[in-house]
Each structure stands twice: as structure tokens, then as C-alpha cells.
């Protein structure tokens, strides 16, 4: 007891910066700092080798006294269709995103709010979509999706993955 | 029947809306009684029912229709169409379990691989994630420049991280060749040999997960009240002991979560198999199920042996998640 009152909070703010301390915050940035470019050096090595230029024999860290930056406009050069990839990206996250939240959002506001007869049915069977694999359903997905000439458009890969974090959402909100 | 408060007050307000008995007026006999209650109960279904209609069109039309179809669809061989084209019975089970005694046992050495795969992957994951996040938590000022760090692999794709990977596997980057040398390997990456590959792919595979796990792992570690750490210190427990009887106990409940997830999510693996082997692999030693159902579906167009692969999948996901609650449930420690 009388050793936590020795080191109340403000006796302990007034005690100068000591060698000792800093020594250690500094060993513990390292050890961080070392950690986390282990974590990034994947990442790094992408950004080192694409700013090699063309090379056949591309080194672990790029020659930083020339960069070569020209691969990047070099990509949306050669590759013309790489804006519209991006702009189906998003198009499509974004369309399955919003569906994602209209849908999910409705059903759990009615679990959640709403007491009505065989509520526990419904949830079991919002539920039971978890266990069920996209694998166990991505044939006939397919098949009907091309029966309803929705292959190579937007609705093709929008509309199948709609309700898929449904069962999530509704869980949240419910319990 | 449990009502949250706000759902009981609509409750209320729902029935006095009907027509109430007017004051000093004789009580309602109890079938009318029922018969009020029945209908109020009608009213707040439909309401309901309006409610969850999108998502359950959606649901029905795109999760349940379609896996009931591929059940139907594994009995039966199909056209390249798609459509069935003669019932073929339990045939696609027995050959993929090697129950027709033709002595195949490719799909069962998948199944085996896939399994091996995930015992590589989940646990290397968890450690992995369990050392970051420990080192997250030192008191330094800028924690929070290297918590984002570590988190940063959930913001890569598993296609995107499968390229990057596969520059670093590729011989032409030579970024792998002193592991090549260390291992005595007469192939030129460790993605064309057959000891090396899956476990390539799975070290792959942690650094793309390590991201979710390390914020899972954290949040878990956050979790636990400070005050244990520091009444085990006035008891003399070292740093050791305190992680061996306080920490892990108490995050135990988020490990089971990450190990459930995990193990589903290796698999459900097919992205870095499809980028970085593309292929059936050497010796087939990278031939998880997935890539094996991916081969039959469209590659081969065997829609109804694809099916039966599919389900058999369902089947041993739900085996274990069943498992690993029962199993793993009695050791967690809840606080």
C-alpha cells in the first residue's frame, strides 16, 4: 500500500527524462519498426520491382538515383481497358454493397422490432445461408445466369451476391 | 415469446388502436378476446413479412433454390448446357470417396491435401497474429502508425496479394532463390516443387489473413481488464506467467472465433491456388478440393459431378464447425 502512494501520477510526471528510458523507447521503435517492415516487405518489394523499368534481372531495392516511374502511365497505356476494370470494380461493389444494406437492414429491423408468429423460423432461416458454402451454389448460379443471357453484364454479377452477409447483419441487430 | 421495450410499446400502441371497449361497457367475451389477439398477430406477420420480403426473394431465388439444385443436379449427369441429361445415382459420391472400387483416389488425396493445407495455414496465422498483436500493445507514442501497419494486408485483395506473391516466388526476381539453395531444390521456384509448393501457398495465405486476424487478435487483448495484469504483479507473476495464465485463458474465446474462421476460410481457398499454380500443381501436391470442383466445373463442364464435389464440400464444412464448437467450446473460458 504504501509503495502505490509513493508513485502517485504526479510525482511520478515530474521525474526527468532518464537515459535509461530513452534507451528502451528507442529499443522498442526498433523492434517495432523492424516488425513492421517485415509485415510490408511484400508489399514494398511490388513498389520496388515496378519502379525498375524493363529489366531482366530486377534487384531486391531499386537503384534510387533513377527511378523509373514509366510503368505506371505505361499500364493505362498498354492496357486501355484497365479505367473501365476499375469503373466495374466499383460499380459493382458498390451496387451489391447498397442491395447488401437495403435488404439486410429491412429484414432485421422486422426481427428485431417486430413481434410476429414464427419469428424464430424466419431467423434460422436468415441463418442457414451461413452454413451453406458459396461453392454449393455457384453452378446453378451460373447456369441460370447465362440462361437469362446475363453473362458478361453488370446484373450477372450483381444480383447473385446480393443477399450474401444477410445473415450477419440481421444476427447484430437481433441479439 | 422475450419483446425488446421499444417492440412492446408498439405492441400497445398496435391494440389500443383497435376498437377499444368503451368505458364501463361489459367485458369481452374471451373468444372475441382470441379472436382480436389472432388477428392483431396477422397484422404485425404481414408487417413483418413486408419488411423481410426483398431479402427473402433474394435469398430464396439465389442461395436456397440454387443449392437445392445442386443436390438435384449431383445426382444426374448433365449436358454442357447445364441441363440433366440421365440419373446417374449415388455414382459421383461413390467415386469420389473410392467407393466404386476403381481404385481413383485423387479426390480423396484433394480433400487430404486441403486438410493439410488448413493445419499449415491456422495455426501459423494464429501465432503470427498473436506475436503482432502483442507487440501492439508496448506503450510507445506512435502505436497507432504501427497498428495500421499490421492491419494493412486486409486492405489487399487475395488475387492482388497472389500476384505480388507470385513475383516473389517467380525465379526471375530471385527474391526465393537463397531458400532454393538452403533446401537443396533442383527446381527454379518453390511453387514447382512438390515439397515446397503448398507450403509456399500457405505462407502466402497467413500474410494475406494476417491482417483480420491481428485486429481480431487485438480487440481480444484490449478486451482484458488491466487491473488482473496488475494485481498478478503484486502477486510476482512474471511477464511469462501472466501471458500463460491471464492472457491466453481469457482470449481463448477469440482464438476459437479465429480458428473457426480460419479453418473455413482455408477450405474455401481457390484465389492464390487459381493465380499462383493455376494449375494442377507438382504431383498434384497443390490439388485442394476447391481447385478440384473449379477443374470439373469449367474446365471439364461437368456440371453434375461439380455439384456432388460441392456438396460433399457443404457437408465437411458443417462436420467441422460442429466439431470445433463442441470440442473446443469446454475449454474456453468466459470471464
Known amino acids: ?106 429484414a432485421a429491423y422486422a426481427l428485431a422490432n417486430i413481434n410476429f408468429p414464427g419469428k424464430i423460423a424466419f431467423f434460422f432461416f436468415f441463418l442457414g445461408t451461413v452454413m451453406i458454402p458459396w461453392e454449393a451454389t455457384i453452378i446453378p448460379n451460373y447456369l441460370a445466369v447465362t440462361r437469362l443471357g446475363w453473362k458478361d453484364s453488370y446484373q450477372g454479377l450483381i444480383a447473385p451476391f446480393l443477399p450474401a452477409a444477410l445473415a450477419f447483419s440481421c444476427s447484430g441487430s437481433t441479439f | 415469446m422475450s419483446m425488446k421495450p421499444g417492440a412492446q410499446e408498439r405492441a400497445q400502441v398496435g391494440s389500443q388502436a383497435l376498437p377499444a371497449p368503451a368505458a364501463g361497457a361489459v367485458v369481452l367475451p374471451d373468444a372475441a378476446k382470441a379472436a382480436a389477439k389472432r388477428k392483431q398477430q396477422w397484422k404485425e406477420f404481414g408487417r413483418a413479412l413486408l419488411f423481410m420480403s426483398p431479402a427473402i426473394v433474394f435469398l430464396i431465388a439465389f442461395t436456397y433454390i440454387p443449392f437445392l439444385r445442386s443436390i438435384w443436379l449431383s445426382f444426374f449427369v448433365t449436358t454442357p448446357q447445364g441441363a440433366t441429361a440421365r440419373f446417374n445415382g449415388i455414382n459421383y459420391y461413390t467415386r469420389i470417396f473410392n467407393l466404386d472400387g476403381s481404385g481413383r483416389t485423387e479426390y480423396l488425396k484433394s480433400i487430404a491435401t486441403t486438410v493439410y493445407f488448413s493445419i499449415l495455414v491456422v495455426p501459423l496465422g494464429i501465432i503470427f497474429a498473436l506475436a503482432l498483436a502483442l507487440f501492439a500493445t508496448i506503450k510507445v507514442k506512435a502505436i497507432a502508425v504501427f497498428r495500421t501497419i499490421f492491419t494493412s494486408s486486409i486492405a489487399i485483395s487475395v488475387a492482388s496479394a497472389s500476384v505480388i506473391w507470385a513475383l516473389i516466388y517467380s525465379p526471375a526476381t530471385k ?103 493455376g494449375n494442377e500443381g507438382p504431383d498434384n501436391a497443390t490439388d485442394v478440393f476447391v481447385f478440384a470442383i473449379f477443374t470439373s466445373f469449367w474446365k471439364d463442364n461437368r456440371y453434375g459431378f461439380a455439384s456432388a464435389m460441392s456438396v460433399v464440400l457443404f457437408l465437411i464444412l458443417l462436420v467441422l464447425t460442429f466439431i470445433q464448437f463442441r470440442l473446443l467450446d469446454r475449454r474456453v473460458h468466459y470471464q
Open chain 1, 1 to 106: 500500500m504504501s509503495i502505490s502512494e509513493v508513485q502517485t501520477p504526479h510525482t511520478f510526471e515530474r521525474r526527468p527524462l532518464r537515459l535509461g528510458t530513452l534507451v528502451r523507447t528507442a529499443l522498442l521503435y526498433g523492434v517495432l519498426s523492424v516488425v513492421a517492415l517485415l509485415v510490408l516487405l511484400p508489399l514494398l518489394f511490388a513498389l520496388s520491382l515496378s519502379l525498375q523499368g524493363p529489366t531482366i534481372a530486377p534487384t531486391l531495392l531499386p537503384d534510387f538515383s533513377k527511378l523509373d516511374w514509366s510503368s505506371f502511365g505505361q499500364v493505362f497505356r498498354e492496357e486501355p481497358n484497365l479505367t473501365r476494370w476499375i469503373v466495374n470494380s466499383f460499380v459493382v461493389s458498390l451496387a451489391v454493397t447498397l442491395g447488401q444494406l437495403i435488404t439486410s437492414s429491412l
Open chain 2, 175 to 277: 527474391a526465393t532463390q537463397w531458400l532454393i539453395e538452403v533446401l537443396h531444390l533442383s527446381s527454379g521456384s518453390l511453387l514447382q516443387d512438390s515439397r515446397t509448393a503448398l507450403f509456399a501457398v500457405a505462407f502466402m495465405t497467413t500474410w494475406t489473413a494476417l491482417g483480420f486476424n491481428f485486429i481480431v487478435t487485438l480487440s481480444g487483448l484490449q478486451a482484458i481488464p488491466e487491473d488482473v495484469y496488475e494485481s498478478a504483479q503484486i502477486d510476482g507473476a512474471t511477464s511469462w506467467t501472466s501471458f500463460r495464465f491471464i492472457t491466453l485463458p481469457l482470449l481463448t474465446p477469440t482464438l476459437l472465433f479465429l480458428i473457426l474462421i480460419n479453418t473455413i476460410q482455408s477450405f474455401h481457398a481457390f484465389t492464390q491456388f487459381n493465380v499462383l499454380i
